[in-house]
Nanobody, 125 residues
């Protein structure tokens, strides 16, 4: 059974930084794009970063570009999301997801097959 597990969520103050990690098992990691998403309860799911299977392609929306950095280690089946200059609007539950893809990545949640349980990030002013 494929597993996707996020970790690293915490509470920080405005302007602070946080790094989220995601590990996977039971899938051929280097054949999957990895995405990071966030949402509040009852709200839409927003793709905040994605990275292609080889790590040579990344994509960010305007809301996170320049503040968030996604990376991956295919030897360890892990992906990391480094978040800087956090503000209260970044307060969300963050999810890691894996989607089968040959090249590139997408920030659309429908293109992801496996999801983690989420980790909470809270930014206080």
């Amino acid at each position: 059974q494929v597993k996707v597990v996020e970790s690293g969520g915490s509470s920080v103050q405005t302007g602070g930084s946080l790094t989220l990690s995601c590990t996977t098992s039971k899938l051929r990691f280097d054949r999957y794009q990895m995405g990071w998403f966030r949402k509040v309860e009852g709200g839409p799911r927003e793709g905040v970063a994605c990275i292609g299977p080889t790590g040579d392609f990344t994509s960010y929306p305007d809301s996170t570009r320049g503040r968030f950095t996604v990376s991956r280690d295919n030897a360890r089946n892990t992906t990391t999301l480094q978040m800087t200059n956090l503000n209260p609007e970044d307060t969300r539950t963050y999810y890691c997801a894996a989607g089968r893809r040959s090249v590139g990545c997408s920030r659309h949640h429908i293109e992801y097959n496996y999801w983690g349980q989420g980790t909470q990030v809270t930014v206080s002013s």
